[in-house]
């Protein structure tokens, strides 16, 4: 972990470039600006073997092409650095100095982002929030539920706009 004093510090914004993480971005530039800022989107590999596993109880797993496998994770990579080179853009016209930060995922979004903010040394993190309730909210999951849970950093949790408290 990198010590960096507190005023120095950036920030981290989990951005995937949906209407939440745009807003999110824009709230942290209206109260953190002029702070140096890591504009994160994370990917996930072997999403193709993923998608292609067949049910839990079937011992056989499909066979998958490792050049598709490939192609997919470099398509994916090259996805989430535009994403994050998007957002950075983003966050400097909006007065943050800001990086581009493009990271694969190591089995869970909000673990792998609180860990490059532990490891970044991140003052603060900011998450946007969609809002998903019901089932739809249990099979997505919650990315900004679980890093509001786990960090050990002050975490903005900006709501998309019309979601209701």
Do not use: N
């Amino acid at each position: 972990m990198t010590t960096t004093p507190a005023s120095d510090a950036p920030i981290l914004v989990a951005f995937d470039g949906s209407p939440a993480a745009r807003q999110a971005l824009a709230v942290a530039a209206r109260l953190l600006v002029p702070r140096r800022t890591l504009v994160l989107s994370v990917w996930e590999p072997d999403l193709a073997y993923a998608t292609t596993a067949g049910p839990p109880d079937v011992r056989m797993a499909p066979i998958v092409d490792p050049a598709v496998v490939l192609d997919v994770d470099r398509e994916l990579r090259r996805h989430a650095e535009h994403v994050s080179s998007e957002g950075a853009q983003l966050a400097r016209s909006l007065g943050l100095d800001a990086e581009p930060l493009a990271v694969a995922d190591a089995g869970d979004i909000a673990q792998t982002i609180l860990d490059v903010a532990r490891e970044r040394g991140c003052a603060a993190i900011v998450v946007g929030s969609r809002g998903l309730r019901g089932l739809r909210a249990r099979l997505e999951g919650s990315t900004s539920k679980g890093v509001l849970k786990r960090a050990t950093c002050p975490v903005i949790v900006v709501h998309e706009d019309g979601e209701d408290g």
